[in-house]
């Protein structure tokens, strides 16, 4: 069945750098846009970053521009979300997510529902 793990989290000081990574099992991963999103307590679940199937292009939420960086490695079927710059603001649950929705444009994919498989989730907190 299709499962996407998250590890990296943990607790780390603002101004911190942290790699959240997410393993991919039972789809094609490398035919699949993959995404970072996050969720704050009491917050709505936003999106983070994407990066589309090919590995050619990638977008960022406003708020994490500039400081995160997404990548993959299709021969391990993972995901990577390179954190720098940290803030305590940055502090929520992180989520991988995999779709195969058409990209059409940076913005296309940052809603929740037009993502199909979920991981559970890696808890990152940044104290200041």
């Known amino acids: 069945q299709v499962q996407l793990v998250e590890s990296g989290g943990g607790l780390v000081q603002a101004g911190g750098s942290l790699r959240l990574s997410c393993a991919a099992s039972?789809?094609?991963?490398?035919?699949?846009?993959m995404g970072w999103f996050r969720q704050a307590p009491g917050k709505e679940r936003e999106f983070v970053a994407a990066l589309l199937w090919s590995g050619g292009t990638s977008t960022y939420a406003d708020s994490v521009k500039g400081r995160f960086s997404i990548s993959k490695d299709n021969t391990k079927n993972t995901v990577y979300l390179e954190m720098n710059s940290l803030k305590p603001e940055d502090t929520a649950v992180y989520y991988c997510a995999a779709t195969r929705a058409s990209w059409r444009g940076s913005d296309s994919l940052t809603a929740p529902n037009k993502w199909s498989y979920w991981g559970q989730g890696t808890q990152l907190s940044v104290s200041s």
């Open positions: 039972g789809f094609t991963f490398s035919i699949y846009t």
